[in-house]
């Protein structure tokens, strides 16, 4: 079914909705202090001293009216301009209030909503300073207002020494129910972000271990029907050896298909050896440059067209650590999608020191585009056109798994650049 073109402008916008929350609530709020004045003109049958407060109804109304026709345009809901609409509240709050008897107004507690919308939506930071501008407001209405005869009968007698008390206790209590709330909301708030940003990511490393078994069960059939025909074309290819007409250019070829041949048994014997030494939790030592080297020796045999080089960092011999088979077949992986990208050149450099190992493996392709860059390691990305990114997915699980990382970054001179942390907490002291 096509979708309709304007369904993205119909499409759910929590920052929109929140706002749209918090004109809603001024609404109410403003209709609450219009009730209030018919009720005064009402009873007092007098407009004295109701101007300034009807006035500032009228501008509060405006720019909530303006505000609300915003919405129905798709501009991006940003941090700053939610927190201008908060403190729009708290000084449009602070004129009707100064009018209206100050703190002895019943409805100057609003202060706290605009409060608790800031802890729950916006950073700390613009939270603290919503608190801020509250708490200077409130603490100004308890003595510069001018009185109001429906809440400040008693505002031509003096208080004595019981009115101040009363005042102070109003303040202190309005400054901890902020304290609490800015606090404890904005702290319960982080809490529940990082509580799904956690949920996303067990979800796509349960998505990516799905895979991973997937391609495990493909790989474990396919190494097993292999077997068969691999068997098959090495008697071909040693009896055309054996034929003493066979051409110089043909025995080179067959020669050739003989090694690779070898090469490819061989890969599924070791597959099946990896496979015995995962499943009773076995692991390997050797030094960390020998590894290297060999891995990537290893891997340039199946690539003959790719030049490589090999450079460490250290003077000193590498240490001896334990590392699970299935390493090697993760740096082949990241070596694949460098001699893949197009590059005839492929550069290793690795070093170490007493907490972790860095190999980086560089090659001088086209590099990889920004957005695609943000999503390697995740179920399913392409690294490269020809590749469905399942070599990389492998890399990063394997690695994972381990303890380590891997990063990929474009290097400045044009290529990619791959980055791969390994955790040397196992090593073992050399002889």
Not at 351 to 377: C, F, N, T, Y
Request: proline share 4%.
């Amino acid at each position: 079914m096509n979708t309709p073109p304007n369904q993205s402008a119909s499409a759910y916008n929590p920052s929109l909705d929140n706002l749209r929350s918090l004109l809603l609530i001024r609404c109410i709020a403003l209709t609450g202090q219009a009730g209030v004045l018919a009720y005064v003109l009402s009873v007092n049958r007098t407009t004295q001293s109701l101007w300034e407060i009807s006035a500032g109804l009228v501008i509060l109304a405006i720019i909530t009216g303006f505000s609300l026709w915003r919405c129905t345009r798709q501009w991006p809901v940003t941090d700053n301009e939610f927190l201008a609409q908060l403190l729009i509240d708290v000084l449009g709050w602070t004129v009707l209030m100064y009018f209206s008897g100050g703190a002895n107004n019943p409805f100057v507690s609003y202060y706290i909503v605009p409060l608790v919308i800031a802890a729950a939506v916006l950073p700390w930071r613009y939270t603290w300073l919503v608190a801020g501008a509250s708490l200077l407001a409130y603490s100004t209405l308890l003595f510069y207002y001018r009185p109001f005869p429906l809440f400040t009968p008693h505002a031509q007698m003096g208080h004595g020494d019981s009115g101040n008390v009363h005042i102070l206790g109003m303040w202190f209590n309005f400054l901890f129910s902020a304290g609490l709330i800015t606090y404890f909301v904005v702290r319960m708030a982080s809490m529940l972000r990082q509580q799904d940003a956690r949920a996303v990511a067990q979800r796509e490393d349960r998505l990516r271990d799905d895979q991973i078994m997937a391609v495990a069960s493909l790989a474990a059939g396919t190494a097993h029907e292999l077997g068969t025909p691999l068997a098959t074309m090495t008697v071909l290819v040693e009896e055309m050896l054996q034929d003493d007409s066979l051409g110089m250019q043909a025995r080179e070829d067959c020669e050739l298909l003989q090694r690779q041949l070898a090469q490819c048994k061989s890969t599924l014997n070791g597959l099946t050896r990896t496979a015995e030494l995962t499943s009773a939790q076995q692991t390997l030592q050797q030094p960390l440059d020998e590894f290297v080297r060999q891995t990537v020796e290893r891997w340039s045999v199946r690539r003959p067209g790719i030049v490589y080089e090999i450079h460490c960092d250290c003077v000193e011999p590498g240490p001896v650590f334990e590392y699970d088979s299935t390493l090697c077949q993760a740096i082949e992986n990241l070596l694949n999608n460098a001699a893949d990208s197009g590059s005839d050149k492929v550069a290793v450099n690795f070093s170490w020191d007493e907490h972790q190992a860095l190999v980086a493996i560089r090659d001088w392709g086209p590099g990889i585009g920004g957005d695609l860059l943000k999503d390697m390691g995740k179920p399913i990305v392409r690294a490269s056109p020809r590749g469905l990114g399942i070599g990389l997915l492998l890399s990063h699980a394997t690695v994972e798994r381990y303890g380590g990382r891997i990063e990929l970054l474009n290097a400045t001179e044009g290529g990619t650049e791959a980055r791969l942390y390994l955790p040397l907490v196992r090593t073992l002291a050399n002889d």
